[in-house]
Nanobody, 115 residues
Framework: QVQLVESGGGLVQPGGSLKLSCASA????????MAWYRQAPGKQREMVAS???????NYAGSVKGRFTISRDNAQNTVYLQMSSLKPEDTAVYYC?????????WGQGTQVTVSS
């Protein structure tokens, strides 16, 4: 089981920014599909952004233009830079990894956008 450790969540005012990090213990990280999901209270978990091993990115429509996913293969880390945050971005954010069908989830990090 691959270990994923997220960090960077917290409380931020509307319009602010946060950067989430997810460190992976996967030895084949550079070949691993990575993504960020989020789950707000009473809602289903949804994919926010993803990045392939070839650094092709994909975003949910609600965050496109505000969030940026990136990866550093030397550090085995994927990032989610979040800007222009809105109250509706409040959720627990989860890191997701898929290495040829071997899936792992992080423990989640809380992001709260509130004044």
């Amino acid at each position: 089981q691959v270990q994923l450790v997220e960090s960077g969540g917290g409380l931020v005012q509307p319009g602010g920014s946060l950067k989430l990090s997810c460190a992976s213990a996967e030895s084949n990280f550079r070949s691993t599909f990575m993504a960020w999901y989020r789950q707000a209270p009473g809602k289903q978990r949804e994919m926010v952004a993803s990045i392939t091993r070839d650094t092709v990115t994909n975003y949910a429509g609600s965050v496109k233009g505000r969030f940026t996913i990136s990866r550093d293969n030397a550090q085995n880390t994927v990032y989610l830079q979040m800007s222009s945050l809105k109250p509706e971005d409040t959720a627990v954010y989860y890191c997701y990894a898929n290495y040829f069908g071997r899936v792992a989830w992080g423990q989640g990090t809380q992001v709260t956008v509130s004044s």
